[in-house]
């Protein structure tokens, strides 16, 4: 599940306050969480309560946002446990998988608001425990809307229309290089395992949430139209060797996260 965190652009980057991908187990709930958003817009946000307001409720340390759900409820019934699940609550930093985790897919489920375990962590413990510190916690739910991270329907049709000309110029590219003839039906003929393949990307990563993401877009999309292309070429009696493979991989590699590369480039020199 995802938790959101304070961060900062003072320096000119922007820098998490708890890096991304770290693992935190809050007992209040039973679950274990993943670092995955920002908590905090604007071009200022280490000025926000986020990254510097922990330290108003008690002796709490750190700012955290919590991802409750609630899509499907009411919205008393989410506020109610938004307020439930808010307040000041042990986080245990990279925590062991022995924690006792609560039944349920997300802290409201099936009419349930699944808080309120309390800050101690029961079950049996063994090996090195997790770094524990008092954590202010905030929640969002389905109800709530983050514009910063919102992507326009525009950016994903962009990137969507992007890899499909990079894939269709490959396809035009090898083609050409063996001078083979009916361009425009060859190209597609080329292309299509290809196309294919990006788009079993596209869906399985959810390319569209951050579809200029290297990690998120870029990698399973070119992974998506490699694998998946040369198994549609195997499938369909087309040539399926080890050069062209090697350079199908390049090729895709330098279209598909090449661009991406670029625009996260072009978006930090904005930043400064």
Same mark, same amino acid.
Not at 3 to 15: F, I, K, P
Not at 119 to 134: F, R, S, Y
């Given at each position: 599940m995802t938790?959101?965190? %304070?961060? #900062?652009? #003072? &320096? /000119?980057?922007?820098?998490l306050d708890i890096p991304a991908g770290t693992r935190i187990y809050l007992p209040d709930v039973r679950r274990y969480f993943i670092v995955e958003d920002t908590c905090g817009d604007g071009p200022k946000p280490e000025e926000g309560? @986020?990254? &510097? /307001?922990?330290? =108003?409720?008690g002796n709490a340390s750190l700012w955290i946002d919590m991802l409750i759900g609630g899509k499907d409820e009411s919205g008393s019934f989410v506020r109610n446990c938004a307020r439930k699940a808010t307040g000041i609550t042990t986080a245990i930093f990279n925590p062991q998988d022995h924690y006792p985790v609560a039944s349920g897919q997300g802290v409201i489920h099936d009419g349930k608001c699944d808080a309120g375990y309390g800050? /101690?962590?029961? %079950? =049996? =413990? &063994? %090996? =090195?425990? %997790? @770094?524990?510190?008092?954590a202010k916690l905030e929640t969002m739910s389905s109800l709530k809307t983050k514009p910063a991270k919102s992507t326009s329907v525009k950016a994903v049709l962009a990137a969507a229309a992007v890899d499909i000309l990079l894939i269709l110029a490959f396809a035009a590219i090898g083609r050409d290089a063996h001078h083979r003839e009916e361009p425009v039906l060859g190209v597609l003929q080329t292309a299509w395992p290809f196309l294919a393949g990006a788009a079993a990307g596209w869906v399985a990563s959810r390319a569209w949430r951050a579809p200029l993401s290297l990690v998120r877009a870029g990698v399973p999309v070119w992974l998506g139209s490699l694998v998946g292309g040369m198994l549609l070429r195997a499938l369909t009696a087309q040539t399926v060797v080890l050069p062209f493979i090697i350079v199908a991989t390049l090729a895709l590699a330098v279209f598909l996260l090449g661009y991406r590369l670029l625009v996260a480039g072009f978006g930090r020199l904005r930043k400064k």
């Open positions: 938790l959101a965190v %304070g961060h #900062s652009r #003072s &320096t /000119g980057e922007d820098v309560p @986020c990254h &510097t /307001g922990a330290a =108003k409720f800050a /101690g962590v029961a %079950g =049996k =413990k &063994t %090996g =090195k425990p %997790g @770094c524990a510190a008092p």
